[in-house]
Structure formats: C-alpha cells, structure tokens
C-alpha cells in the first residue's frame, strides 16, 4: 500500500529526539491503559452476578477473557518500549552504526504497527465492556421501575 511506503520512509527521516518523544508518548497511553484495565477490573467485580447469568455467561466470559489478554499484551508492549528507549543509545552516541541504527529505526517502526493494531481492539474491546455494562444498568433500572409498581 501507498500508505505504508510513506510510513516506512517517515520513520528512515525520524531524529533520535523525535523516536525518543514517541516512545515518551507511547509509554505514558499504556500506563494509562493499565490503569483502565484496573478500573474495568473494579467494574466486572461490581457486576459479577449479573455478568455471571447463563444466557449472558459466555459472551460475558469472552470478554473478560480479551480483556486479560489485553492486559498481557499492554504490559509486553510496556517492557518493549521501555527496551527500545533504553537502546535509543545508538541513535545519540555520536558513533556511525548503520546497522544498528538502521535496527533500531526498523524496531521503532515496527513498534508503531504494533501499537496502531493494539489500540484498534483495545478501543473495540472497551465499547464492548461499556456496551455489556451498559444494557446490564438497563435492565437494573427496568427491574427496579418494575419493583416499585
């Protein structure tokens, strides 16, 4: 594809201090997104019984399943980033490397294709969970107008 040949050169061009801002950028998303997976954590607990119920359950289950995937994949990706700052190195200390910055602009680059793919499901897998979350509040609220009368 075009876009991915303009991708490829645009990485070949990156200054160190711009791959470093990324990884910046990049590191603190997925700290944030650990903490949401801590959060939705809090609210599957809250909603156990109701995620629990047989003709939900293994819709329910597949869910909470991506979601500790995502949480394993989030923390890999994490461990990663970090690495890749810490040889950020090679692009600064005034030594010609090519093949090894030229390894280090690949890994960059591969690390933005793999953080363009994570946050497509992870934004998927979080409308899921509020959408689940969602209908079950409905259904509380029904119950409980049902209650009163």
């Known amino acids: 594809m075009k876009t991915t040949q303009t991708q490829s050169k645009y990485v070949e061009w990156l200054s160190a201090e711009q791959m470093h ?17 801590l959060f939705f954590e809090d609210l599957i607990n809250s909603f156990t019984l109701q995620l629990i119920e047989p003709e939900k359950f293994s819709d329910n289950k597949e ?12 923390n890999l990706l994490i461990e990663a980033i970090k690495v890749h700052e810490n040889d ?3 692009m600064l200390d005034g030594v010609n490397q090519t093949k090894e910055e030229a390894a280090y602009r690949k890994s960059h680059k591969g690390l933005i294709m793999e ?14 969970i509020f959408e689940i979350i969602k ?11 049902l209650d009163k009368t």
């Open 115 to 128: 953080l363009s793919e994570f946050d497509k499901y992870y934004k998927s897998l979080k409308a899921q």
């Open 135 to 145: 209908s079950i509040k409905k259904e509380d609220k029904r119950n409980h107008l």
């Open 88 to 90: 950020l190195e090679i």
């Open 21 to 37: 801002q990324d990884s910046k950028e990049w590191l603190s998303e997925l700290l944030f997104i650990k903490d949401e997976h």
């Open 63 to 74: 869910i909470i399943d991506a979601l500790n995937r995502s949480q394993k994949k989030n």
